[in-house]
């Protein structure tokens, strides 16, 4: 009721008292006249009833902002879709929205003075989450304090919602229980949401960490920002270490600007690029090889990063390799069975002749032994081929190592004597293996003599077992060899040496593969170069 509303109903009242009080005057008999006129009696009546009237008019005023107050929260309580409730101290229901009601089907009831445990009566689907609420109330009463939970509460045709509930109790000053408000936030899709992007996190987390390739994060600026256990597996560095690095550190030399030039690339335009195949350094020293991928890692459209995925085909290549000399020894071989017995028979007439020769004509002498050299060098390159021609087959028996090599040392000795070379022979007492002694011997005879002819002043020949392996390393002090020469060893026709033919090496690498062996070689100019055969120990017996 509006201010002048309230003045006007206050000056009608007023004229209309005052109008009978004077029509009272004087129409009243003479006595009641002159006590009307003579006594406060009207006074008295006037602020009597104006009293009344003001008394009235403030419990309506009242009663009239109370309940457009109510209205008011009604009316937003009601256009909230969150759970909204008030209880006063005893637990019973003093008001609750129209979401609440739906949310526990309890429309129909007339819910407020009622607990709980009460309301669960109306509803049989809710009745256990109705008395659930009461037991959190009283957490909550106990706890003295705004509390927080998420309550999940089942829906009749299946499923669940999720409620954030927050709940604040308050108290009279004398610490009695006042009332609770109680406050529910559906929060079932964001639940939702955060559960699969937890799933597709794990997802992302399963195909990264358990690649089986390597995969790393790099970060505009080309540093690594994550790797995967593969990058230990194939490098042998612990991640740890290369976080917020560089991998460039680990490429070798001549690929690291194309690999600096594709991440600019990749960066700058967002396109995926591919490599051929980098070389890496191990921790261990030994050299691996890398097919690389590289994509863009982008967020709402910009790139903010490079994701690398790297294969290690280091085996696939060796296997090549290895499959390309079969292939080159095979074709060789077919050559060389042709070849080796059209030479063999006239290089026998022209070695019986020069002998011949060399009786009777001494003064030629000279001539004649230069010319029965190179026939008895021709014959063993012949004898060579002959063994690359058709495999052998090989009858292992039971030998020591250790002995095959002492006797083709005692064979080389004087040859060592001659060139002014110190033999240094050390051997660790091992297991007899089995082997084709014979092809043992030719294989550490070659080994041998091209230390011998590398230059070198000292030879040291060391035999120690090595991870179920005999080690057997021939190592020099001579002139070594380049990088790029090391990866052409073995093959045939390739020598660093002027007269040779690389036969010689051709038919050791075919001597330890028969044998299960490897055969490796590592050199640095001017430091010399180590050739370390490991054949397998199977079987063995201490002798």
Same mark, same amino acid.
């Given at each position: %009721?509006?201010?002048?509303?309230?003045?006007?109903?206050?000056?009608?009242?007023?004229?209309?008292?005052?109008? @009978?009080?004077?029509? %009272?005057?004087?129409?009243?008999? !003479?006595?009641?006249?002159?006590?009307?006129?003579?006594?406060?009696?009207?006074?008295?009546?006037?602020?009597?009833?104006?009293?009344?009237?003001?008394?009235?008019?403030?419990?309506?005023? #009242?009663?009239?902002?109370?309940?457009?107050?109510?209205?008011?929260?009604?009316?937003?309580?009601?256009? %909230?879709?969150?759970?909204?409730?008030?209880?006063?101290?005893?637990?019973?229901?003093?008001?609750?929205?129209?979401?609440?009601?739906?949310?526990?089907?309890?429309?129909?009831?007339?819910?407020?003075?009622?607990?709980?445990?009460?309301?669960?009566?109306?509803?049989?689907?809710?009745?256990?989450?109705?008395?659930?609420?009461?037991?959190?109330?009283?957490?909550?009463?106990?706890?003295?304090?705004?509390?927080?939970?998420?309550?999940?509460?089942?829906?009749?045709?299946?499923?669940?919602?999720?409620?954030?509930?927050?709940?604040?109790?308050?108290?009279?000053?004398?610490?009695?229980?006042?009332?609770?408000?109680?406050?529910?936030?559906?929060? &079932?899709?964001?639940?939702?949401?955060?559960?699969?992007?937890?799933?597709?996190?794990? #997802?992302?987390?399963?195909?990264?960490?358990?690649? !089986?390739?390597?995969?790393?994060?790099?970060?505009?600026?080309?540093?690594? &920002?994550?790797?995967?256990?593969?990058?230990?597996?194939?490098?042998?560095?612990?991640?740890?270490?290369?976080?917020?690095?560089?991998?460039?550190?680990?490429?070798?030399?001549?690929?690291?600007?194309?690999?600096?030039?594709?991440?600019?690339?990749?960066?700058?335009?967002?396109?995926?690029?591919?490599?051929?195949?980098?070389?890496?350094?191990?921790?261990?020293?030994?050299?691996?090889?890398?097919?690389?991928?590289?994509?863009?890692? @982008?967020?709402?459209?910009?790139?903010?990063?490079?994701?690398?995925?790297?294969?290690?085909?280091?085996?696939?290549?060796?296997?090549?390799?290895?499959?390309?000399?079969?292939?080159?020894?095979?074709?060789?071989?077919?050559?060389?069975?042709?070849?080796?017995?059209?030479? #063999?028979?006239?290089?026998?007439?022209?070695?019986?002749?020069?002998?011949?020769?060399?009786?009777?004509?001494?003064?030629?002498?000279?001539?004649?032994?230069?010319?029965?050299?190179?026939?008895?060098?021709?014959?063993?390159?012949?004898?060579?081929?002959?063994?690359?021609?058709?495999?052998?087959?090989?009858?292992?028996?039971?030998?020591?190592?250790?002995?095959?090599?002492?006797?083709? +040392?005692? +064979?080389?000795?004087?040859?060592?004597?001659?060139?002014?070379?110190?033999?240094?022979?050390?051997?660790?007492?091992? !297991?007899?293996?089995?082997?084709?002694?014979?092809?043992?011997?030719?294989?550490?005879?070659?080994?041998?003599?091209?230390?011998?002819?590398?230059?070198?002043? %000292?030879?040291?020949?060391?035999?120690?077992?090595?991870?179920?392996?005999?080690?057997?390393?021939?190592?020099?002090?001579?002139?070594?060899?380049? !990088?790029?020469?090391?990866?052409?060893?073995?093959?045939?026709?390739?020598?660093?040496?002027?007269?040779?033919?690389?036969?010689?090496?051709?038919?050791?690498?075919?001597?330890?593969?028969?044998?299960?062996?490897?055969?490796?070689?590592?050199?640095?100019?001017?430091?010399?170069?180590?050739?370390?055969?490991?054949?397998?120990?199977?079987?063995?017996?201490?002798?």
């Amino acid at each position: %009721m509006g201010k002048r509303k309230v003045v006007a109903y206050y000056a009608g009242f007023s004229i209309v008292w005052f109008a @009978m009080t004077e029509v %009272m005057r004087n129409v009243s008999p !003479p006595t009641l006249r002159n006590i009307l006129i003579n006594s406060r009696l009207t006074d008295v009546l006037y602020a009597v009833f104006s009293c009344a009237f003001i008394y009235i008019f403030m419990r309506r005023q #009242r009663a009239y902002e109370v309940d457009k107050e109510e209205h008011r929260l009604s009316t937003l309580m009601n256009s %909230m879709t969150d759970f909204i409730s008030f209880k006063d101290g005893e637990g019973r229901w003093i008001q609750t929205n129209d979401f609440g009601l739906r949310l526990f089907q309890l429309e129909h009831v007339d819910y407020k003075g009622k607990t709980d445990r009460e309301l669960s009566a109306y509803t049989e689907f809710y009745k256990d989450a109705l008395i659930y609420c009461e037991q959190s109330d009283e957490e909550t009463w106990k706890s003295g304090k705004l509390t927080r939970v998420e309550e999940i509460v089942p829906l009749p045709e299946g499923g669940f919602r999720t409620f954030d509930t927050t709940k604040m109790p308050l108290f009279h000053e004398d610490g009695r229980r006042k009332a609770l408000v109680v406050i529910g936030r559906d929060i &079932t899709e964001r639940k939702t949401a955060e559960k699969r992007l937890a799933e597709s996190e794990q #997802r992302y987390k399963s195909l990264f960490e358990y690649n !089986p390739n390597l995969v790393y994060m790099i970060d505009v600026d080309g540093k690594v &920002t994550n790797l995967n256990a593969q990058f230990e597996m194939i490098t042998g560095y612990a991640r740890e270490s290369f976080i917020g690095g560089n991998l460039l550190e680990i490429i070798d030399e001549p690929y690291r600007k194309p690999i600096s030039e594709a991440f600019r690339k990749v960066l700058a335009k967002g396109e995926a690029y591919v490599t051929q195949e980098i070389d890496i350094h191990h921790k261990d020293g030994t050299t691996r090889t890398l097919s690389c991928t590289f994509v863009p890692m @982008m967020i709402e459209q910009n790139v903010v990063g490079m994701i690398g995925y790297s294969q290690d085909i280091t085996k696939m290549r060796q296997t090549e390799e290895r499959l390309r000399r079969s292939e080159l020894l095979s074709t060789l071989g077919e050559l060389a069975a042709g070849v080796a017995h059209e030479i #063999r028979n006239p290089l026998t007439s022209l070695k019986g002749f020069v002998q011949l020769l060399q009786k009777s004509d001494l003064q030629q002498a000279y001539y004649y032994t230069i010319m029965l050299d190179e026939l008895d060098r021709i014959n063993n390159i012949v004898g060579e081929l002959l063994v690359l021609a058709k495999p052998q087959q090989l009858v292992f028996e039971r030998e020591r190592v250790g002995q095959i090599v002492k006797d083709v +040392l005692a +064979l080389l000795q004087p040859q060592a004597n001659f060139h002014g070379i110190e033999l240094v022979f050390q051997e660790e007492h091992l !297991p007899a293996i089995d082997c084709e002694g014979n092809q043992l011997k030719q294989l550490f005879i070659n080994l041998v003599k091209n230390a011998f002819e590398a230059s070198a002043t %000292m030879v040291k020949v060391m035999i120690k077992e090595r991870d179920g392996y005999i080690s057997i390393r021939v190592q020099d002090n001579g002139c070594g060899m380049p !990088p790029e020469r090391l990866t052409h060893l073995g093959e045939p026709f390739f020598s660093v040496k002027e007269k040779g033919t690389g036969l010689g090496l051709t038919v050791s690498y075919r001597i330890v593969e028969a044998h299960g062996g490897k055969l490796t070689f590592t050199s640095e100019v001017g430091e010399g170069t180590v050739a370390e055969v490991l054949l397998p120990i199977k079987n063995h017996t201490s002798v």
